[in-house]
């Protein structure tokens, strides 16, 4: 009978029951929405850096793009040195391994069957330490000259082949989503790369400026020998003319700087939100409490109990704040979405969205906070309401 009753008054009040919603609606998606996009720029962070596997990282001294877009965005970056400074890297003091990469492009032109630019790497199979280990873990073999590994945010193709530069490929597997600039990148064998740039005609211009592909590297990976310190080691090397050198510690380092401030803001807003979001619903049960005076009353004199009129006003919390906040939580997601394609296109910071379980588990966390400060806000007035006398009730809402 009472649940009947709270569901009739939710239909019977349309405009307030909408609002309440909208309310809860909204508070929830912003939490959603700025909780997950924190978490998934410190899941990006973290997996990124731990994929790189190196402890510095050297690129040419002229660079347009800082360490930071080279590690944590897939947009191409057409930089190079000369392939002698190899040589001059591997000699110094504390550097134990050093592998070359070569950057390149794919073209979002009728001539390639990609529909975006993506960043084409070519890896050293003898000395990499790196891609062979995400070989290890998607294909199981070492690749063929005519093969690719495709990032994890690149889309599949049709027949797993696919047109690079106007030259085809087989795609020897995809590897899953780890955050940084792997999951938009294609890897090919260092030797493939550069010859399917230098007979590129679209990208004759670059080769003009930089010279011959086969005689450029885009950037070293180094790891130090155990107990050598990599900041003395990435001193040593931006020594050398032409080069610059950043270890992962630093990259962190600054990262994580960016992140305490980002993280500062997000929880201030949160703080506010939920503020926002118990005033709000505080008042608007307060205001339904008057509306139902006469309701109440009457209820109260057909024999209705304080606890009967106590649960059906949390009753009517309940239904509107679940509503709500699966409604939130939706919105909350697609705001998600669209905060990972702003910070991907305009900002260096990596991305990696939980899981699954992990999401499921965030929102049903997030559901609980909301469902809390919305029971909280709901409790004084539904004691009030319980409290009140039913003659006394039936009378002043009579006399509105």
Do not use: H
Request: hydrophobic content about 50%.
């Amino acid at each position: 009978m009472l649940l009947k009753l709270v569901w009739r008054n939710l239909v019977r009040r349309p405009w307030q029951t909408s609002l309440t919603i909208f309310v809860v609606a909204a508070c929830t998606a912003a939490l959603v929405a700025s909780l997950l996009t924190l978490w998934s720029i410190e899941n990006g962070a973290k997996s990124a850096l731990n994929q790189w596997g190196a402890d510095v990282l050297v690129l040419p001294a002229q660079a347009e793009y800082s360490p930071e877009e080279v590690l944590f965005t897939g947009s191409p970056a057409n930089i190079y040195m000369d392939a002698q400074v190899l040589k001059e890297i591997s000699g110094i003091d504390g550097v134990e391994k050093a592998t070359p990469q070569f950057f390149s492009q794919t073209l979002n032109q009728s001539c390639c069957s990609l529909p975006d630019e993506y960043r084409l790497v070519g890896y050293d199979p003898v000395s990499d330490f790196l891609v062979n280990g995400l070989l290890a873990q998607g294909v199981g073999r070492e690749l063929n000259q005519d093969e690719v590994i495709i990032g994890g945010e690149i889309p599949a193709f049709l027949g797993d082949r696919v047109v690079i530069l106007g030259q085809p490929f087989d795609v020897a597997g995809y590897l899953n989503p780890k955050g940084g600039s792997i999951d938009r990148t294609i890897f090919v064998p260092i030797d493939t790369a550069r010859r399917v740039a230098s007979q590129s005609p679209y990208l004759q211009e670059i080769w003009q400026r930089a010279g011959n592909p086969q005689g450029l590297v885009s950037a070293v990976l180094l790891k130090t020998s155990e107990g050598v310190s990599p900041e003395i080691v990435g001193q040593r090397i931006s020594k050398i003319s032409g080069v610059k050198a950043v270890t992962a510690g630093k990259l962190m380092q600054s990262l994580q700087e960016q992140l305490i401030a980002f993280r500062s803001v997000i929880w201030v807003l949160v703080l506010i939100i939920c503020a926002i979001t118990a005033a709000s619903l505080y008042t608007r049960y307060s205001s339904l409490i008057l509306e139902k005076r006469e309701e109440v009353g009457l209820l109260r004199i057909l024999g209705a109990r304080k606890n009967q009129v106590f649960g059906m006003i949390l009753a009517e919390s309940l239904i509107t704040v679940l509503t709500a906040s699966a409604l939130g939580s939706l919105l909350g997601l697609g705001l998600l979405i669209y905060f990972k394609l702003m910070l991907k296109e305009y900002s260096s910071f990596p991305f990696l969205i939980p899981n699954l379980s992990q999401m499921l588990i965030a929102l049903g966390g997030l559901s609980l906070v909301t469902l809390w400060i919305s029971l909280l806000a709901a409790l004084w007035p539904a004691r009030r309401s319980a409290r009140l006398d039913p003659v006394l009730a039936l009378s002043e809402g009579q006399l509105r």
